[in-house]
């Protein structure tokens, strides 16, 4: 029997620390958990005194110099991640599944990631704790629902279900980047072609206006003013400008003051808003399910969500309740003060607490909101369209307008 130090989780969330007996570190979590604590760090003591390795744990120590990869393409993530949990599904040891998985990519980052997890776990650390070696490649999410999946002798199921969370979350980033393509580009190719018409048509029909010799309607001396400060300082102002607001917005969210307000301001957006809070629900709503499903910690679960939520106003709020909860309150009185979320999302939440199944209500508020946000889109499409139609009539029609009153004034007064 060997002796292991531990940290961990007590039921409310606080942390405590001890030591029990036990043959094997696998032992030891059983005994840890028995006493209705979840572990996050077990080590041999004897082992710790001769410089040994932990069993498993937090984010090991980098070693100076030690090499940590870089972004890796999403896509590529998720096919490994269920690749992954089918391998640990048949029973395969991990270092046999990373090693298969890393034959099987195509050079790249992911590739290299994959190599390094197997370097770092044939060295004895636990998967979780090489993952934490390349936060860039592996978030906090990820490394923490693998943790969670280590300890409770689930990671297939884990990695399953977060497989399906990353597939999940970039359809709905998908479908509205994709919505947004096609009034981008009709604005974009509009915003040129009128460009265009100012610096190179309407000047000539200036000359001719000149040569006329007579007092031009107000439509055309606007026109022709704005073909003149295009023409003058104007184009540098057009340039400038995107870059200037470009700038400022990297400036501000910089900050966690100037991050809270360029949120808050999205959400104000009529339409464009109601999307983004939908779909920052959906997200919350899913990565808190999907933590508490792991046996996550509901603290530890609240502060991942929130640092993973990517909207600051949402972080601020479940931060807050997260405070509220070390309290002893339930999620859904502090939610409910946030006045963040609709009526509808808390009162489930906190039927699922009374329930005991917090955690598939938080799935079916998602799939609510997922459903609500591809409504919305659809919908934001089906109007953007005769917007931008009515839009572009009207602007040809004030060129049109504009650059011809003069002409027939001027056959009017021939015909006179």
């Known amino acids: ?122 060295a004895g650390l636990s998967i979780s704790d090489a993952m934490s070696k390349h936060p860039k490649a592996f978030d906090h999410l990820f490394t923490n629902m ?31 980047i994709g919505a947004m393509i096609y009034p981008s580009a009709v604005i974009f190719f509009a915003f040129l072609i009128v460009t265009g018409l100012l610096i190179f048509i309407v000047p000539k029909f200036k000359t001719i206006f000149s040569d006329m010799g007579q007092d031009l309607p107000a439509a055309t001396e606007m026109l022709l003013g704005m073909s003149d400060w295009i023409m003058g300082s104007g184009w540098m102002f057009m340039i400038g400008f995107p870059f200037g607001v470009f700038v400022v917005i990297k400036l501000l969210g910089m900050s966690e003051g100037g991050s809270f307000f360029l949120d808050k301001t999205k959400l104000s957006i009529p339409l464009v808003g109601s999307i983004i809070g939908k779909s920052s629900i959906a997200r919350f709503s899913r990565t808190l399910g999907t933590l508490l499903a792991a046996g996550v910690p509901i603290l530890d679960a609240l502060n991942i969500t929130a640092e993973t939520s990517g909207n600051h106003v949402y972080r601020r709020a479940l931060l807050k309740v997260r405070e509220s909860i070390r309290e002893g309150e339930s999620i859904a009185k502090p939610l409910r003060q946030a006045k963040v979320v609709d009526a509808m999302v808390v009162n489930m939440i906190d039927v699922g607490e009374e329930t005991g199944e917090l955690d598939k209500m938080l799935y079916k508020v998602a799939d609510t909101y997922d459903e609500e946000v591809d409504v919305m889109v659809a919908s934001m499409v089906s109007l953007l369209e005769p917007i931008m139609v009515i839009t572009l009539g009207i602007i040809v029609g004030f060129f049109v307008v504009a650059l011809f009153m003069p002409m027939v004034g001027m056959i009017d007064g021939v015909n006179q």
Do not use: C, W
């Not at 890796?72 to 690749?83: A, D, H």
């Not at 689930?154 to 990353?166: E, P, T």
């Open 146 to 176: 693998v943790r969670a999946g280590e300890l409770g002798g689930v990671l297939d199921i884990i990695l399953q279900r977060l497989a399906d969370f990353m597939e999940k979350s970039q359809a709905l980033k998908r479908k509205i």
């Open 1 to 122: 029997m060997a002796t292991f130090q531990y940290e961990a989780m007590n039921s409310v969330g606080q942390s405590t620390k001890g030591s029990v007996e036990a043959a094997s570190s696998e032992e030891a979590i059983t005994k840890i958990r028995g006493m209705g604590h979840f572990p996050t760090k077990i080590k041999e003591k004897s082992a710790a005194g001769k410089g040994g390795k932990a069993r498993s744990g937090p984010a090991a120590a980098r070693r100076p110099g030690a090499r940590t990869v870089g972004k890796v393409p999403v896509k590529k993530l998720t096919q490994f991640t269920r690749q992954l949990s089918t391998l640990q599904d048949a029973g395969l040891p991990i270092l046999r599944s990373l090693r298969i998985l890393e034959d099987q990519q195509k050079p790249g980052m992911m590739r290299i990631a994959i190599r390094l997890l197997a370097e770092d776990v044939e």
